[in-house]
């Protein structure tokens, strides 16, 4: 199974093909990771991992959710101790007990969960923690010249002295981008950067990497997306349930197919869940000028049952604000909501779930789970199972079980969702939703940062769904999903659906001149 | 008390130190931590035992539990409004009216009627929270504070600004009274705990309210009803306290409308030993009962051992730092 690969796994502290400035035939790592284990109670997250990055290359860790490369990360950047194995930094070993002294030895990391201060502004949140000081107080002015020097590399155009919380997720998480780079960090960790960046935005940030990387900084990148990796990687390693599987150079790489099997040791069937090609049904959805004050202006819009409809648009362009408009998430001015054929009033989220109406947030820590509830409390959370207003925890266990069955999954059900890798936390708020049988199921980026193998089945559930007789709308800003899955392809811009597209006019080109155009 | 079934699995945090595990095992299986605090009492009443052996007299230890109801049902119904997320700083003063309300009721109608009038009142208090919380979005803790301040001057308005005496003796003989021995206030005490401990577990109530203090806004698109849900645990605080004011004034023949602050923070003290987070979400109704009877053991026994009042209230301070000490050490431990 694995075989090609180990055979190919190449000396892990070979020096890269490109970017080799040095002179030497022996350059010493920017960072050096040797025989790293860790353990969790039950789980070996990480077992005798290593892996060698240079100055001037983008190193990208590879794996499926779970395959450790959190961990490696978090060890990296003392967030967590390993049990075992050393961290090298320029040939030193080092020890870190706190993000702090990683930082202090030169290592800068972009989470892939948001870590910015909410409530303070852009500013504040790119200085924290580095605040100069001018006669004992903190420099505001210099502070705001670094940050919008910072955020200028990015081409940043939202305001930058309102509270972050205000911006977009996108937005946040190029603040998040800004912050790493003006520490002007030796080495640089980022975690599924591109996760939530529309393709524009990705262009800036792979921009910046070269810069980057011709500025000799090291770059370890994580990412689920394939095409990047190709594009940026020049040395790729794989993580496989807490092993190491190897390190090979990009020319060594030949495909995506490469990397799929690098990760997973097996062949995958690519992304190439196409459309039912049946003829959709009747009407399941129907929305009529629905308004939002400020983020969605009267859009109107209808999904058939046994379709897929891919609602693209740049972030921001009121995609999720739509769909919390429309299940009673948030209030909307105007805008009526039928459900198969049917007016429904919908004032709250809880008249959406009686209509018949599914929304699978986008934001999974935050609006999808309660993390420290049980996985059954989770899956049971709308209707948990008793009567009379009595709970009973047994067939709660077993409706939850039930319920996971379906999505290729084990975990035990009465442990804290907080436990879980993110696929399978994924997983908790799919089973939620699936069990409740709805007409219209609306999902909100529902790969967002999950790895191939999830990806796919998540894809084959969206399709399932609808060959099961329901409607279902899909936002993403991922462009190949959506062309891939969508039997249409709504754009919205600027709080209105620009464009409606058949699966032959639904091209990247078009999909993209509509969701940009002024 | 075989507290072990009806602990939340919430709260099940295993914790493996500040015990034997053998007690652990015996008593509490995966309810390590109410175990924990279970053998922090037998400790503190072996100790003392040791030291002052009157102190191991029935009647005594039943004193004790006395002391403990008050601030124990007080802090049950804190327990449901922490989980949530919020806290009621109002639970004091509510007493100060209950008990109050409770003395001029007594003087008027029959005992039952008069306690069941200052429950009433008591949640009629933490309806106003729970309303004011809900509606206006302003945050718990200001609300609450407020409604501190509001329900502390109504509680002297209503009393003229003293004392109410003359309460008659069926209403004290109701509630100060004793059944087989135990005292009317333990034997409440022991059954709302069941009572809250089931509820929590084996109701949607309490499934919704650990879902609300989790993630409020998971629980509001999971359809669930939060400010509805929210605003009845002040209720169930309001209620809670409600029964308390009527119990002291029953105890002491008077209705004092001083009473208050020195409760609300025993009450609290008790529900986050017990390993209710202040943050909301997780918590256990055992463990806020186990955590007054620990205040009610040290405060008993101290005073036993001729301590000064002023050293009491250190004593028990560290004791409430120790305990959330022990276990972050033992939660660190294990993760």
Known sequence: MSEAVSQAVSEPAEEPARGSTGSGTHRVPALEVRDLSKSFPGVKALEGVGFAAYAGEVHTLLGENGAGKSTLLKTVFGVQRPDSGEILVDGKPVSFTEPSDAMAVGIAMVHQELSLVSEVTAIQNLVLGRERRRLGVIDWREARRRATAALERLRFDAPIDVPVSRLSVAQQQLVELARAISTDARIIIMDEPTASLTSAESERLFEVIEDLRSAGTAVIYVSHRLKEVLDLSDRVTALRDGCLVGTKRRSEIASEDDLVQMMVGRELAALGVSGSGAEPGEEGLRVEGVSVPGVVDDVSFAVRRGEVVGLAGMVGAGRTELARAVIGADRRSSGEVYVQGERVRIKRPGDAIAAGIALLTEDRKHQGLALDMTTASNVTLMDPPGRGGLLSRRRQKAVATEALKPLNTKMQVDKPVRTLSGGNQQKVVLARWLRTESNVFIFDEPTRGIDVGAKGEIHAIMRGLADAGKAVLMISSDLPEVLAMSDRVLVMRRGRVVAELDRDEATEESVVRHAAAE | ?335
């Open chain 2, 1 to 335: 008390m075989s507290q072990s079934t009806l602990t939340p699995p919430e709260s099940a945090t295993p914790t493996s130190g500040g015990g034997t595990s053998v007690d652990l095992r015996g008593l509490a299986g995966r309810a390590a931590r109410q175990g924990g605090l279970i053998v922090v009492i037998i400790a503190l009443v072996a100790g003392f035992g040791i030291a002052r052996p009157f102190f191991l007299d029935p009647t005594n230890l039943m004193n004790v539990l006395l002391q403990a109801a008050v601030v124990g049902i007080l802090a049950l119904g804190q327990t449901y409004v922490l989980l949530t997320g919020g806290i009621d700083l109002s639970i004091g003063s509510t007493v100060a009216v209950t008990a109050v309300s409770a003395g001029l009721f007594a003087q008027q109608v029959p005992a039952p009627l008069a306690i069941l009038l200052a429950i009433g009142v008591g949640a009629l208090c933490g309806l106003a929270n729970g309303l004011l919380i809900t509606v206006t979005g302003i945050t718990p803790f200001i609300v609450t504070l407020g409604t501190m301040s509001i329900y502390a001057g109504l509680a002297l308005i209503i009393a003229g600004g003293q004392a109410v005496y003359g309460i008659p003796v069926a209403f004290e003989n109701a509630l100060a009274g004793g059944v087989a021995g135990i005292p009317i206030p333990v034997f409440l005490f022991v059954v709302l705990t069941v009572v809250s401990a089931l509820v929590l577990k084996y109701t949607i109530f309490g499934e919704y309210l650990i879902a609300i203090g989790g993630n409020s806004e998971v629980a509001r698109l999971a359809g669930i009803r939060v400010g509805q849900h929210t605003a009845t645990a002040y209720v169930v605080a309001g209620a809670a306290a409600g029964l308390c004011g009527a119990i002291l004034t029953a105890r002491l023949g008077a209705a004092d409308p001083t009473l208050g602050a020195d409760l609300l923070l025993t009450a609290i003290a008790a529900t986050v030993m017990g390993g209710t987070k202040l943050a909301g979400g997780q918590g256990s109704m055992a463990g806020a009962a186990f955590g007054a009877i620990i205040i009610a053991t040290l405060t008993a026994g101290l005073t036993s051992l001729n301590v000064q009042a002023f050293y009491q209230q250190v004593a028990v301070g560290a004791a409430i730092i120790l305990a959330l000490l022990v276990d972050q050490v033992a939660r660190s431990r294990k993760a």
